[in-house]
């Protein structure tokens, strides 16, 4: 019987199943999509992710792919102001690169992540959980992990509320491109004094851009969505470069600020992680980073509880790590996002006033 069900191939779920796997837990990996997704999204791993990828045996391919020493170049008024490292430790990297990473990883355990196999409903009794997958078959398992993202069918199912707020208007526009003649040395940070702005990341290993900017408005003032027009539009208006045309968009995306956690992160033998658990603001980069360390604390419960004799209340332990630790980033991020908005008005400031 499988020891441990996964819902979800993201970073969380994708770095749990390492975990539980290297530990010789029999575990399912189970996954809404068709197959994996080539999205920059998350795109830093922090000094305690790569610890933990470390002990997965991952770290030296990582760090083989990603960048540890990006530099920002400011620009104010289309005026190239300083550039400043980016302020942390960490490897620059996007989150499809790490997910890859993760997944070939697997493949050597012989675990495979099972796709078009969306959790849509659970149940729990003395012995396991049993979950029941969108085309009408059941999977059982002694535990589950509901690693399946901010918008988290698990935690639904476990009416588990998701408390917090989640703010109206879209903040962000999103997405992969490329920039031909654009220099690759640099995450190019543009703001104007009217309060806009574009920032362009260079993801390693590739041709593409992650791009961020707040949205276009229309004359009603509500946001557009994200197009390749609005991103050169964007791109024209604030980084002031005629020739160069953002090209190829792989992703597009937008954004809302939400800051949430879930009021618990077990229910019986189902667990909550990552996103699927507590979701911020992007300031600091902590989203991603936040869920590999969940799901290292998770895994320790769950060796613990599998391999057992397990100790009286070890399933609790989970939860009593972690929960705190998601209250603080929720207050944290929001802080850093505050001193992001703020040094941005000032020339040769960017997102580096968040990274501490
Ligand atoms: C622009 C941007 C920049 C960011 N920068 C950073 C950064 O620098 N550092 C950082 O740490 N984080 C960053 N983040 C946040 C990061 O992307 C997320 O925190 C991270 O993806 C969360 O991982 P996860 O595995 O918990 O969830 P997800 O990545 O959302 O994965 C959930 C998975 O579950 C699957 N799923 C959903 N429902 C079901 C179901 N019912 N059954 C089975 N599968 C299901 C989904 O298809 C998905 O594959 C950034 C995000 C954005 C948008």
């Known amino acids: 019987m499988t020891d441990v069900l996964i819902a979800g191939s993201g970073p969380t779920g994708l770095a749990l199943a390492c975990e539980l796997a290297l530990r010789g837990i029999a575990v399912r990996i189970l996954e809404r999509r068709s197959g994996p997704h080539r999205e920059s999204r998350g795109k830093g791993l922090d000094a305690s992710s790569l610890e933990a990828f470390a002990r997965l045996g991952v770290a030296e391919r990582l760090c083989a792919i990603g960048n540890p020493g990006v530099i920002l170049r400011k620009y104010f008024d289309g005026a190239h102001i300083n550039d400043t490292p980016a302020g942390s430790n960490g490897l620059l990297i ?16 012989g675990v495979p992540i099972e796709y078009g196999a969306g959790v ?3 149940t729990q009794d003395a012995g396991g959980v049993t979950a029941r997958l969108a085309d009408g078959r059941s999977v059982r398992a002694g535990y589950a992990a509901g690693c399946d993202g901010g918008h988290s069918s698990i935690r639904e199912l476990l009416g588990i509320p998701f408390e917090g707020r989640t703010e109206e208007k879209v903040s962000m526009v999103l997405g992969d491109v490329t920039a031909p003649g654009l220099s690759r040395d640099h995450w190019h940070q543009w703001f104007t004094s009217d309060g806009g702005g574009i920032l362009l990341c260079p993801i390693p290993g590739t ?10 408005a229309d004359e009603r003032g509500e946001p557009l969505p994200p197009s390749l027009e609005s991103f050169q539009r964007l791109f024209d208006r604030h980084a002031r470069m005629p020739g160069i045309r953002l090209a190829d968009p792989t992703w597009l995306s937008s954004w809302q600020i939400n800051v949430r956690m879930a009021a618990r992160m077990r229910e019986g033998r189902v ?10 603001p992007i300031a600091g980069g902590l989203g991603m980073n936040t869920g590999i360390q969940d ?5 320790r419960t769950l060796a613990a509880a599998v391999t057992g004799p397990a100790p009286e209340g070890v399933l609790d332990v989970y939860e009593a790590e972690r929960l705190p630790v998601a209250a603080e980033v929720l207050a944290d991020t929001s802080r850093r996002m505050e001193r992001v908005m703020a040094a941005v008005r000032e020339p040769g400031r960017g997102t580096e006033a968040g990274m501490s």
Request: hydrophobic fraction near 55%.
């Open 295 to 299: 799901a290292a604390a998770l895994a």
């Open 271 to 280: 667990f909550l992680a990552g996103d699927a658990a507590h979701v911020h």
């Open 94 to 109: 996007g989150q499809w690169q790490v997910e890859e990473v993760l997944r070939e990883r697997l493949a050597g355990l």
């Open 120 to 122: 849509v409903g659970i």
């Open 207 to 216: 041709d593409i851009f992650q791009l961020q900017a707040p949205p276009e």
